[in-house]
């Protein structure tokens, strides 16, 4: 096929590079933004008087029927024709002819693509944005499903002290939080309008730079036409989101897997969204939370690799940059998934209350309790936290916990001791007695609960404001 910049070739492309060079296989998902970008160019071009008003409605008119085309199957796109944009301008053409060899004009594609990709992350992450708020939904509802579990609090990942499960939940939610709000900031870098940089320098054409955001809803132009084809920050910056975010989505799949291990069978996760094993009759693999924390390794590759392509790049394009493409599009595609897929088994998932509760009976998670008691009648922390200690090394070699201590026995590692140590030192009173701000204790949790869903309310409104948008 005779290539749209074929003017000052005497032979044609080698086939393999065709192969090599070409976006095609990836870019095509960019159609609507290509082509809703073009119908903005052409209306411009012709309201600033470089085309007709004829023209404009030729190439508007034609391109309305190759989004048809594209949305019912009836389109086939081209390796030799390189990209979504040469693939559609060229389909453009022979269907109206020399008005199509118009729609170039004052244009180039390094500052076409850049639009397309800003166009399309945006839209991206008025979908994502709404996953996450889904899934910080599904976490608060769990939290709210057992609003008085007890479990052991873990660092080190050695039992400290207990906490409730809905303060664990709510830990997640906030960590959501802060990744809603990343995303708030890729979308800023994204809502910044490229076109009109041509293809470094600006162009020679009156055109007016101002229509196009509008029609497309920018709220922001680059200031500078090379900045404008060679920026790649907002994908970056939209990676390092992601990466920040399946990072998250990793540790808690850690713990879910955990947890639902027989040693530990604090859950249990709906067959629903288990898979079981070709030879062991008895398996169910908790399959989800293991790929979701094995994606978080490709998904930071992408990151690594997107910093190194654009790492010692000259002004302004380089073809290196057609490979911010396909770790982006694999990225959106890989967070979609997992945040579905979680929100989905976190609502499935069942809390097994009395493996909590029967962990806690046999350790030593009140021994900060204790120390603190001993505080509170007067001793300083230090020697406190030495007598509970001692208490601890005993009730070991004794095979005892510290409620199994009788006040005889308490009383021969200090005096202070009395009758009241056994209700200070229960679970529930471990609990209840964390009451500092953000603490564990219900109602700490209770007043985190509605600062949640205060939260979730704030962000509802970025989502419309996202959306609004949309093409
Ligand atoms: N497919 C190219 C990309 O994704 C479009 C821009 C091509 N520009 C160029 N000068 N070859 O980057």
């Not at 540790?251 to 604090?266: D, K, Q």
């Not at 930071?300 to 493409?325: C, F, I, R, S, W």
């Not at 998932?349 to 493996?355: L, P, S």
Request: hydrophobic share 40%.
């Amino acid at each position: 096929m005779s290539k749209l910049w074929g003017g000052r070739f005497a032979k044609n492309t080698d086939v393999m590079v065709e192969e090599f060079t070409s976006s095609i296989s990836f870019d095509s998902r960019m159609y609507r933004q290509d082509i809703a970008g073009s119908i903005a160019h052409a209306t411009m071009l012709a309201n600033c008087g470089i085309i007709t008003q004829e023209d404009a409605k030729l190439i508007t008119d034609g391109l309305k029927g190759i989004l048809a085309d594209i949305e019912a199957g009836n389109f086939s796109f081209e390796v030799s024709l390189e990209d979504i944009h040469m693939n559609i301008e060229k389909r453009l053409t022979e269907r109206i002819g020399a008005a199509g060899g118009r729609l170039h004009t004052a244009r180039s594609r390094n500052d076409q693509v850049a639009l397309d990709t800003h166009m399309y992350v945006r839209e991206q992450v008025a979908d994502i944005a709404k996953l996450l708020f889904d899934l910080q939904q599904a976490i608060l509802d769990t939290a709210q499903k057992y609003p008085e579990v007890i479990m052991p609090g873990y660092t080190h990942l050695q039992r400290a002290q207990p906490i409730l499960f809905s303060h664990h939940m709510l830990a997640y939610f906030f960590m959501l939080e802060r990744d809603f709000r990343r995303l708030g900031g890729v979308w800023e870098s994204a809502d910044i309008m490229p076109l009109g940089a041509g293809a470094l320098a600006g162009t020679t054409f009156p055109i007016d730079r101002e229509q196009v955001a509008r029609a497309l809803k920018f709220s922001r132009i680059y200031e500078n036409s090379l900045d404008a084809v060679s920026d790649r920050d907002y994908i970056l910056e939209f990676l390092s989101f992601a990466s920040i975010l399946m990072m998250h989505l990793s540790r808690l799949s850690e713990e879910i897997i955990l947890w639902s291990s027989t040693e530990f069978s604090f859950i249990e996760l709906d067959d629903a969204h288990c898979t079981g094993s070709s030879i062991m009759p008895q398996k169910k693999n908790p399959d989800v939370s293991e790929l979701v924390r094995g994606k978080t390794g490709r998904v930071y590759g992408h990151l690594m690799a997107m910093l190194t392509v654009a790492k010692g790049l000259p002004l302004a394009y380089n073809k290196d940059l057609q490979e911010d493409k396909e770790g982006l599009f694999d990225t959106i595609d890989t967070v979609k998934f997992s945040l579905t897929v979680y929100a989905a088994m976190l609502r499935g998932m069942k809390v097994n209350e009395k493996a909590m509760r029967q962990a806690l009976k046999t350790d030593f998670s009140n021994a900060t309790d204790m120390a603190d008691y001993l505080v509170k009648k007067g001793l300083p922390f230090r020697q406190a936290h030495e007598v509970a200690g001692k208490c601890v090394a005993y009730c070991l070699t004794e095979q005892k916990t510290l409620t199994d201590l009788s006040l005889q026995e308490l009383k021969e590692f200090s005096p202070l001791f009395e009758d009241d140590i056994l209700e200070a030192i229960s679970i529930e009173t471990c609990v209840a007695a964390r009451n500092s701000l953000g603490g564990t204790s219900p109602a700490q949790v209770g007043q985190t609960l509605g600062v949640a869903k205060s939260v979730l309310e704030k962000q509802q409104k970025r989502l419309d404001m996202y959306t609004k948008t949309n093409l």
